[in-house]
């Protein structure tokens, strides 16, 4: 059997980076929650991103404009629309299991919304460069301005991060991501837990397995550092931060590996019953499962990154069935399901989902069959919180070079800034007015002179 020292562990540990992974988990101080409501929120990335004219569709005599615009490629039929009740848009036909959400008051659509740096319509965007967002159009770019909400700058951090800044911590992070890290999560002060969407959380570098060769040797030197030592107070600390760890772990896999009763039980296709397998419907799947244990884990506060790839649909994006259709089902499936399994725990008025995406793409199709980068785009929001069945903003002029378009092809100037739709609903998720310019550092423009947040909540 190999034995090492605790001298020698020291060093093996560092080396093996399970100590870094152990880090994610009770490194914060144990503050107590301060609020006894609970609220959460899902922000779901689409990369790459979503053509979401074709998301949401007029069905009234904006059709005729609409179809001539995006040409026979990539126009939707219209008779293939999901109709959205009281409003005069309906959905792609792939995302028909969000019309029960709509019906039941859980949908909202905000359209036409994108990165800026200042308010600015056509006259402007031609007269004053230095009123755009830099490097529009650019996957990393925008997907940078959307995260860290600065539009003209290189951002170090992202709204999700300065997010857990603010927020009361608990032993385990109240912002989770099951998506991998990326600038979103990215605080000044506090650090994000990134989980996996399948198994449990791990010991990095060990192996309780293998008991044999380097893995076994580094979890047996694990286990042996944890053991209570009178050695000396570091080696006593020590022992006793990672044996909390190693708690919390096993608190952690409890919530991610055990199912609560019924919960996944609501990701499934409702044509067809199947048990969802993307990736997306994983991800919100075990979203479902940490919001159940909100009280184990002692949050009165959850923020939580998801994510969805492959919108960049430069050729055979498709209409109503293809490449792009596909996607949109997964997203719709995943999201009604997890509407649902919010509501078998009496938590659809506690929780909201929302999406967000780099940019929203050119509305002519161009000759392969796709559609190229472009800016303003439309959104999706559930959750029982909000005011029911409500389209906000304005489906811009489809008119190509248009006074809606900042080019000929349909890219269209957005008229809701990403901080008046993300910033409605971390105000709900309970951000401190004082605290909104922290969050989102160019606040001060979006919230004055005729500016605000999305009137989305009730």
């Known amino acids: 059997m190999t034995t090492l020292s605790r001298r020698s562990f020291g060093k093996l540990a560092a080396g093996t980076g399970a100590l870094a992974a152990l880090s994610q988990i009770g490194r914060s101080s144990a503050l107590a929650a301060t609020s006894t409501d609970f609220r959460a929120t899902v922000g779901i990335f689409l990369y790459g991103g979503n053509d979401s004219w074709n998301m949401i569709v007029p069905t009234d005599a904006r059709y005729a404009g609409y179809a001539a615009s995006r040409g026979t490629a990539l126009a939707l039929p219209q008779a293939s629309l999901v109709p959205l009740t009281g409003s005069a848009y309906g959905l792609h036909p792939a995302m028909a299991a969000l019309q029960p959400v709509w ?29 755009r967002p830099t490097n529009l159009m650019s996957h990393a770019d925008e997907q940078a301005h959307w995260q860290g909400l600065l539009a003209r700058d290189n951002a170090t951090d992202g709204f999700l991060g300065r997010l857990n800044d603010k927020l009361a911590q608990n032993a385990i992070s109240p912002v989770m991501s099951f998506a ?17 969407i399948a198994g449990g959380v791990t010991r990095n570098g060990a192996n309780t397995g293998s008991p044999n ?24 600390q020590t022992s006793g931060t990672i044996t909390g760890a190693y708690g919390l772990v096993d608190q952690l896999n409890s919530a991610l590996v055990t199912s609560p009763p019924g919960t996944d039980a609501y990701f499934v296709d409702p044509a067809t019953g199947t048990a969802l397998s993307s990736n997306i419907a994983k991800q919100l799947m075990r979203i479902a499962r940490m919001i159940a244990s909100r009280d184990t884990l002692g949050h009165a506060r959850q923020a939580y990154f998801a994510t969805q790839g492959s919108y960049d649909t430069h050729s055979a994006q498709g209409a109503a069935s293809g490449t792009q259709a596909n996607l949109l089902k997964d997203l719709a499936l995943a999201m009604a399901g997890f509407y649902n399994a919010m509501g078998s725990l009496g938590l659809q008025q506690n929780v909201t989902a929302f999406t ?3 940019f929203g793409r050119t509305f002519r199709g161009n000759a392969s069959g796709g559609s190229d980068h472009a800016w303003g785009g439309n959104h999706l929001v559930v959750g029982g919180a909000l005011k029911p069945q409500l389209i906000h903003g304005k489906y811009p002029d489809t008119t190509l070079g248009g006074a809606d378009d900042a080019d000929t092809v349909g890219r269209f100037i957005p008229t809701i800034a990403q901080e008046e739709y993300l910033g409605a609903i971390m105000r709900w998720h309970g ?28």
């Open 213 to 236: 060769g380097a893995p076994g040797a580094r979890e047996a030197a694990l286990v042996a550092f944890a053991q209570p030592s009178d050695a000396s107070l570091i080696f006593s």
């Open 180 to 196: 991998g890290s990326d600038l979103i999560l990215l605080g000044q002060q506090k650090q994000a837990l990134v989980l996996p």
């Open 356 to 358: 967000m995406s780099d």
């Open 431 to 458: 951000v401190a007015a004082t605290d909104m310019s922290y969050v989102f550092p160019n606040w001060a423009t979006w919230n004055a002179n005729g500016r605000g947040p999305v009137p989305m909540f009730a």
């Open 103 to 131: 019906n039941a008051g859980g949908l909202n659509v905000v359209l036409n919304t994108g990165t800026l740096y200042a308010p600015i319509d056509k006259t402007l965007y031609n007269s004053r460069p230095d009123l």
